[in-house]
Each structure stands twice: as structure tokens, then as C-alpha cells.
């Protein structure tokens, strides 16, 4: 597996992907971090994969300005309205993606044993080719991709604190991504992922 530490724009096959490593100063991310980790209701879904429940190996929460649900994994959720603090985050991300985003999806990894598994953000509702800009907090955590059909394409990079990956292009449809668990001791991560739903 190939790393793939690079700044700015990123050409992959049948992807486009751009990456801030110093997004946010550290001073922000800090604060921001601190707000989320005590103020957030964060809740543990049970998710269905093949066709067994499980509960889902880490905590969520959706906020949105438009009322639309967002659906995966056999989980349906309402979002909030974005607090102040949130909004403010989503005007910095718009600016430096330059695009527009209705709905933040935000994942708390506790620890190593927190993950996401293969996959992709290929639901109906984001669209045809929907961009996903990703904000990581807190401990590094390592993120993977693989090809669907070229299975010698397999990347890694690690998002660190105050970064911004933004995944583009048709990339959902051809590439799978994950959060691996991880045996190092780590400490908690929150991952902002803003969306177009609608």
C-alpha cells in the first residue's frame, strides 16, 4: 500500500482528491475539538451488515440546514441544525473546496478499536458524483483507499489534527475507503464529513 502524503490536488485514476494538511490553525482545532467532544449528542446506531445487526464501531451525529434524512448501512438519521460553531466551519470548508454543502455527518472515534470499514459515499441521495470534504480533529488516524477493479491501486494517508481531505470526481463510484482499527494506543478522533444531500 502506496502513501500518499501530498498537498493540494491529488490525480488518482477515476478520482480527484485535495489535501490541507494545516486547514485549520491550531489554536481552532483545539477549541473546536474541546466544543464537539462535550456538546454534540452523540448517539450509537446498530447497523446491518449482511443482514446481521451490529452496533456500529463508533459514535455519530448529523446536523443539516435543509431537513434532509441521510441513509446508510440500514440507518436512517434526521439532522439538527447547525449550531453557530459548526456553521462557521462549513463557510471555512466551502471557501477552501469551493464548493457548496448542506449536511455534516460527524463520526467520534474513542479509540483504536473505533472504525469505519470499506466503503463508499455512493448514496442516491448525494447525487451522481458527490464531493465529500472530510475535517479531522484530535489523534491521527490512519485512511485508506483501494480501486474497486485495479487492486494493485491501494493507497494510505494519515489525516491529522486540523487537516482537510476533500474526495472528488467520480471517485465514489471507483474507489473504497476505510478507517482501520489500529492496536497503537490512540487517542479519540472526531471527523467532520461535509455533504450535499437534496
Known amino acids: 500500500m502506496e502513501d500518499l502524503q ?47 445487526q451490529y452496533a456500529q464501531p463508533r459514535l455519530t451525529a448529523l446536523f443539516g440546514n435543509n431537513g434532509q434524512t441521510y441513509s446508510y448501512s440500514g440507518i436512517t ?44 459515499d455512493d448514496e442516491k441521495e448525494l447525487g451522481k458524483d ?4 472530510s475535517v479531522s480533529l484530535g489523534a491521527g488516524r490512519a485512511f485508506q483507499l483501494k480501486h474497486r477493479k485495479q487492486k494493485a491501486l491501494r493507497y494510505r494517508m494519515q489525516l491529522g489534527h486540523g487537516s482537510l481531505l476533500v474526495m472528488g470526481g467520480p471517485m465514489q463510484h471507483h474507489w473504497l475507503h476505510q478507517v482501520p482499527k489500529t492496536r497503537r494506543a490512540v487517542g479519540p478522533r472526531i471527523n467532520l464529513t461535509f455533504r450535499k444531500i437534496g
Request: net charge negative; glycine share 6%; aromatic share 12%.
Open 6 to 52: 501530498r498537498t493540494g490536488r491529488i490525480e488518482l485514476p477515476e478520482a480527484t482528491l485535495f489535501f490541507d494538511p494545516d486547514f485549520l490553525p491550531a489554536g481552532q482545532a483545539d477549541a473546536l475539538f474541546e466544543y464537539l467532544s462535550k456538546e454534540i449528542p452523540w448517539r450509537q446506531d446498530q447497523i446491518r451488515i449482511f443482514g446481521k
Open 77 to 120: 438519521m434526521q439532522p439538527a441544525p447547525f449550531p453557530p460553531r459548526l456553521q462557521a466551519l462549513k463557510s471555512q470548508v466551502e471557501a477552501r473546496s469551493g464548493h457548496t454543502f448542506t449536511t455534516c455527518l460527524l463520526n467520534l472515534y474513542r479509540d483504536g478499536n473505533d472504525s469505519n470499514g470499506w466503503h463508499a
Open 130 to 133: 458527490p464531493v465529500i470534504a
